[in-house]
């Protein structure tokens, strides 16, 4: 059984800076990939940007540039930096793995930009 925990959400300014965290449970974190998805209200989840197991990233068109996904198999932690913030970027995050064919969403934590 896999836990996935979001943490790190909140307000912030247009402009502003905020770093998301992803805490998994579970001995086998490593050799998966972890991706970051977001739902804005009325809208459908997207994809923001996986990393492989390996390291390897990619990115929605939307958010590069200004956001960055790392890893940390040590801490079983994925982290989602997110810097010049836009008030579109106001959604709520989810971490999310996929392990033998079985989806895992974490409860999401609440990112709104606004002034």
């Known amino acids: 059984q896999v836990q996935l925990v979001e943490s790190g959400g909140g307000l912030v300014q247009p402009g502003g800076s905020l770093r998301l965290s992803c805490a998994a449970s579970g001995s086998i974190f490593s050799i998966y990939a972890i991706d970051w998805y977001r739902q804005a209200p009325g809208k459908q989840r997207e994809l923001v940007a996986p990393?492989?197991?390996?390291?390897?990233?990619r990115y929605a068109d939307s958010v590069k540039g200004r956001f960055t996904i790392s890893r940390d198999n040590a801490k079983k932690t994925v982290y989602l930096q997110m810097n010049s913030l836009k008030p579109e970027d106001t959604a709520v995050y989810y971490c999310?793995?996929?392990?033998?064919?079985?989806?895992?969403w974490g409860q999401g934590t609440q990112v709104t930009v606004s002034s």
């Open positions: 999310h793995m996929t392990i033998l064919g079985r989806s895992y």
């Open positions: 990393i492989t197991s390996g390291g390897s990233t």
